[in-house]
């Protein structure tokens, strides 16, 4: 099956701190850009930085696994070894994260690492990876 490639806007408040964020620490490619946007290539979909004026803040939190999970965020499904390079990429770049690296459910139907950031301009991003990818939804 094909997936499609979803699209997604986000607002951020210095394209330049974005490009370093998403295209340096994330090694996204850049597409198109104009002064106030940027399209990126985020593993085969668009997700579009406007710099829009102004601090943003969180919807809120939900707890889950004994963590407080950032609401909204967005993020991807990696496989196992591209999660574990991306977030030695990211300790690399001094990110902080909302929450580590570690891996859930083990040893059960879904079992998962996941791991929670802020961008600089503070969206916030989930980057999972699944032992079994086709247990993305198992209950």
Same mark, same amino acid.
């Given at each position: 099956? &094909?997936? !499609?490639?979803?699209?997604?806007? %986000?607002?951020?408040?210095? #394209?330049?701190?974005? /490009?370093?964020?998403?295209?340096?620490?994330?090694?996204?490619?850049?597409?198109?850009?104009?002064?106030?946007?940027?399209?990126?290539?985020?593993?085969?979909?668009?997700?579009? &930085?406007?710099?829009?004026?102004?601090?943003?803040?969180?919807?809120? /939190?939900? !707890?889950?696994?004994?963590?407080?999970?950032?609401?909204?965020?967005?993020?991807?499904? #990696?496989?196992?070894?591209?999660?574990?390079?991306?977030?030695?990429?990211?300790?690399?770049?001094? &990110?902080?994260?909302? %929450?580590?690296?570690?891996?859930?459910?083990?040893?059960?139907?879904?079992?998962?690492? &996941?791991?929670?950031?802020?961008? !600089?301009?503070?969206?916030?991003?989930?980057?999972?990876?699944?032992?079994?990818?086709?247990?993305?939804?198992?209950?």
């Amino acid at each position: 099956m &094909t997936r !499609p490639a979803f699209h997604l806007a %986000i607002p951020v408040d210095d #394209l330049g701190r974005a /490009r370093t964020f998403y295209g340096d620490v994330l090694g996204l490619s850049e597409g198109r850009s104009a002064d106030h946007w940027v399209d990126w290539d985020f593993r085969g979909h668009q997700v579009v &930085t406007h710099v829009v004026a102004g601090a943003r803040a969180e919807a809120g /939190r939900n !707890p889950v696994d004994g963590h407080d999970v950032p609401v909204p965020h967005f993020g991807l499904v #990696l496989t196992v070894e591209d999660f574990h390079a991306l977030a030695g990429r990211l300790r690399d770049a001094g &990110t902080e994260f909302v %929450i580590e690296p570690y891996r859930r459910f083990a040893g059960e139907p879904g079992e998962q690492w &996941t791991m929670f950031l802020h961008d !600089p301009a503070g969206n916030a991003l989930e980057f999972k990876a699944f032992r079994d990818e086709s247990q993305l939804f198992a209950r």
